[in-house]
């Protein structure tokens, strides 16, 4: 069942690519104010998923509904101005600038009698700035690193300052220390700033640490929700990923760690 109070929610959608079904009947709700994150397996259909609350993929029956009306209602501008989007993979225009990248995510609130303004240059500014790519600004985005070019993305979004924040795979590219840099800042913009995020996210561990609420897929289907504390056992995650672990809490932030069982000759060569 979707929650009615939710901005963003899927209600029995039928989605997938050309014939390919990926899931039938799906219903899902995103709490209001919350760190959503989706896991599972790979092919699970969590980015799907993602796709079709964002629009870009149209299910062939049921609806996504954004503030109560049929997404697909609203004319793609208002949608712009409602939900941002970090894709999965994204293209650049050929010759294009770090600055200018990121300035299209302005793109949204700019009007026929009001072009750019001091408030589209300071969120511009403070985006380059939290995802530390201020310097970079004047570079061509065709010559930066992978996860150089990542981050220019995800300032891009932010840049958009939109209330709901679609975030599929967004650490993909990036060594472990600027994949904690980001996810602290999506926790912040989330708490402090008052965002409602999803993101799709492969780490579990991750997963639990930032997310306050985790919907694990598997095969097209939601087979778990809720707090990471409620949603993560070893039962679950055998059976969604199939990996035998043990479930600790993490010294850290004591939330869910999933630590993988070792195999019995690899136990027996420790002893």
Known sequence: MTNPSSRLAAHEIT??????????????AIPDDTFTVIVGPNACGK????????????????????????????????VARKLGLLPQTSTAPEGISVADLVARGRYPHQKLIRQWSRADED??????????????????VDELSGGQRQRVWVAMVLAQETPLMLLDEPTT???????????????????????????VLHDLNQACRYGDHLIAMKDGVVV?????????????????????????DDPESGTPLVIPRARSRERKELL
């Open 224 to 248: 778990a929700e809720g707090h990471p504390a409620d949603v993560i056992t070893a039962e679950l995650v055998e059976h969604v990923f199939g990996l035998a672990c043990r479930i600790i």
């Open 123 to 140: 969120a511009v500014i403070t985006a380059m700035a939290a995802t530390g790519v201020t310097e970079l600004a004047p570079r061509l």
């Open 173 to 199: 590219f990036l060594d472990i220390a600027h994949q904690i840099e980001l996810l602290e800042l999506f926790r912040d913009l989330n708490r402090d700033r008052g965002h409602t995020l999803v993101a």
């Open 47 to 78: 980015s799907t998923l993602l796709r079709a609350l964002s629009r870009l993929l149209r299910p062939s029956a049921g609806t996504v509904l954004l503030d109560g009306k049929a997404i697909s209602s609203y004319p793609a501008k208002q």
């Open 15 to 28: 989605v997938g690519y050309d014939k390919r079904v990926i899931s039938t009947q799906l219903s899902v």
